[in-house]
């Protein structure tokens, strides 16, 4: 009798053990698909949250690249005369540096537009100086008048020249950069108005020091 028992009693424990195990189990796979589940939303929620943010823009972010790129393709042009007019090596290496800043920062903003479906500005630099007279409403932005009086210009005059138009070119950046700032919403075009203004007015130190010289 007393063994029977004991057999009994051990068949009963090995139930609830058993049946404890597949209780553990099943809140265990529970628990571990719900976990899976939360870490497969934290790793896709943020990537997408930040490819999201990557590519919002507004109105201003598109203003900013159509007329930055205008504004620098015509900085640009000014930068070309120097190479055969300027009298100063010091005016004819600003120069380099300023085309070697701007040119890639033209195809950069040329890639947003794009990549938002707007066109890129046509580049009037082919149509004669004259041309930049479309753009003249932008701040900084030199006639087409102003820009025939600096291509026929050469040595001093044209150094004194250059350095004064593009130092009103510059600060007319460096306003349209705030403006950006202050009213875009694009991360990246933020951080290229950041870079505008931190070397624009470095080089309008630097000019304004030059013309001082002469």
């Not at 009103?168 to 950069?177: I, P, Q, T």
């Amino acid at each position: 009798m007393t063994a029977h028992r004991r057999l009994i009693r051990r068949a009963a424990l090995a139930a609830t053990a058993g049946a404890a195990a597949l209780v553990l189990a099943a809140c265990g796979g529970d628990s571990e698909g719900h976990d899976m589940g939360s870490m497969n939303s934290d790793s896709a929620g943020p990537s997408a949250s930040a490819s999201a943010e990557a590519g919002d823009h507004n109105g201003a972010d598109i203003s900013f690249a159509k007329e930055m790129i205008q504004h620098h393709r015509q900085a640009v042009t000014m930068a070309d005369l120097a190479d055969g007019r300027a009298s100063s090596q010091e005016v004819k290496d600003l120069a380099a540096k300023i085309k070697g800043a701007q040119d890639p920062e033209i195809k950069t903003m040329s890639g947003w537009l794009t990549s938002w479906g707007e066109e890129v500005p046509e580049d009037m630099s082919d149509m004669g100086h004259g041309g930049h007279d479309m753009s003249s409403s932008m701040p900084g932005m030199m006639s087409g008048e102003d820009m025939d009086k600096l291509d026929k210009a050469s040595g001093a005059d044209f150094d004194k020249m250059f350095l004064e138009m593009m130092v009103d070119h510059h600060e007319g950046a460096v306003e349209m950069a705030k403006t950006e700032k202050a009213d875009g919403k694009y991360g990246p075009a933020a951080k290229l108005a950041d870079d505008v203004i931190t070397a624009q007015t470095a080089e309008i130190e630097q000019m304004n020091k030059m013309l001082g010289k002469s």
